[in-house]
Nanobody, 116 residues
Framework: QVQLVESGGGLVQSGGSLTLSCTTSGISLPFYLMSWYRQTPGQQRELVADITMAGGSARVVDPLQGRFTIFTGDAQNTVHLQMNDLKPEDTAVYFC?????????WGQGTQVTVSS
């Protein structure tokens, strides 16, 4: 059974930092593109960052570069999102996804709330 479980969300003040973790089971990460998305109520889910597990190529979308970093953990089944200098507009539910060919798996999401 494939599972992606996000953790690390919470309430933080503007300017603070959080590190989100995505712990996976049931999939072999080297074959997947792992991504972080976020979604606010009434809005479409938007890509935050992704990483190709086999080659380690990481990408953060332009507006978030310099503040967010995606990286793999010491454990072979984890992906992290380091978020610095958080702003109220970063408030969202953050989702982890794993994609390979036509298959995409999602976690349940973790809430990040940034207070001003």
């Amino acid at each position: 059974q494939v599972q992606l479980v996000e953790s690390g969300g919470g309430l933080v003040q503007s300017g603070g930092s959080l590190t989100l973790s995505c712990t996976t089971s049931g999939i072999s990460l080297p074959f997947y593109l792992m991504s972080w998305y976020r979604q606010t109520p009434g809005q479409q889910r938007e890509l935050v960052a992704d990483i190709t597990m086999a080659g380690g190529s990481a990408r953060v979308v332009d507006p978030l570069q310099g503040r967010f970093t995606i990286f793999t953990g010491d454990a072979q089944n984890t992906v992290h999102l380091q978020m610095n200098d958080l702003k109220p507009e970063d408030t969202a539910v953050y989702f982890c996804s794993g994609e390979r060919a036509s298959l995409t798996f999602w976690g349940q999401g973790t809430q990040v709330t940034v207070s001003s």
